[in-house]
C-alpha cells in the first residue's frame, strides 16, 4: 500500500481471520520479491520470498501471490493471531542503483483477540 | 532470535561525542549492510560491504563511517552527529552479492543523539 505523510496503512482484522496485504511495486524489471515483519523493537524479519517465473508460493499460514502483469504482490496470513500484529514491508529488487532491496512504505496488521 | 548480533540495543550520545555500533554474524554471509531507519518508514541503505569491499550511498554524510574487520564483523563509527540522525539503526546479511537473495537483519541499535 501507499502511505501519505507520516502515517502507515493499517489493516484490522479478528483473531482467526485470514488476512491479505497488498502492495503495489515499482519495476517492471523486478524478479525477485521479498515479504518481512517488523515488530515494534525489532528489526525485519524474513517471512517468504518469491522469484517472477511463479506467482504463487506457500509457506506455513502465509501465501505470497506475485501478479506481474499489473505489478502486484500480496501476502495472505492463515487464521490471523495477536502475534502476526506487526509493520510488513515488501521489497524487490529491481533498483539499478546502489541499492539491491527496494523496500515498500509498510502496511500495520492490527489483530484483537 | 536472530542471527545477526547488533550492540549496544539502545545508545545515548552527545553531538560532540564519537561511539561506535557493532554487528555479526556467524552464518558465513559474504555481504554485509548497514541501514538507518526512521519511525513509520522503510530501512534506507547507507552501506554495502561485499566481500569485505565497501559500496557507499552517496547520501549518507562523512560523520557515518563504517568499517568491516573480516567477514563476520561490521562496525559503523559515529563522530559529531547530529540531532536528525535520532534513528534505528540495522545491520543486515545476505550469502551472496547477487540482489536476488533475502538479507537477514539484526534488531538494531536504538540512536539518540541530544
Known sequence: ?113 | DTEVTQTPKHLVMGMTNKKSLKCEQHMGHRAMYWYKQKAKKPPELMFVYSYEKLSINESVPSRFSPECPNSSLLNLHLHALQPEDSALYLCASSQGTGSDQPQHFGDGTRLSIL
Open chain 1, 1 to 113: 500500500g501507499e502511505s501519505v505523510g507520516l502515517h502507515l496503512p493499517t489493516l484490522s482484522v479478528q483473531e482467526g481471520d485470514n488476512s491479505i496485504i497488498n502492495c503495489a511495486y515499482s519495476n517492471s524489471a523486478s524478479d525477485y520479491f521479498i515479504w518481512y515483519k517488523q515488530e515494534s523493537g525489532k528489526g525485519p524479519q524474513f517471512i517468504i520470498d518469491i522469484r517472477s517465473n511463479m506467482d504463487k508460493r506457500q509457506g506455513q499460514r502465509v501465501t505470497v501471490l506475485l501478479n506481474k502483469t499489473v505489478k502486484h504482490l500480496s501476502l495472505q496470513i492463515a487464521a490471523t493471531q495477536p502475534g502476526d500484529s506487526a509493520v510488513y514491508f515488501c521489497a524487490e529488487n529491481g533498483s539499478t542503483g546502489f541499492q539491491k532491496l527496494v523496500f515498500g512504505t509498510g502496511t500495520r496488521l492490527l489483530v484483537s483477540p
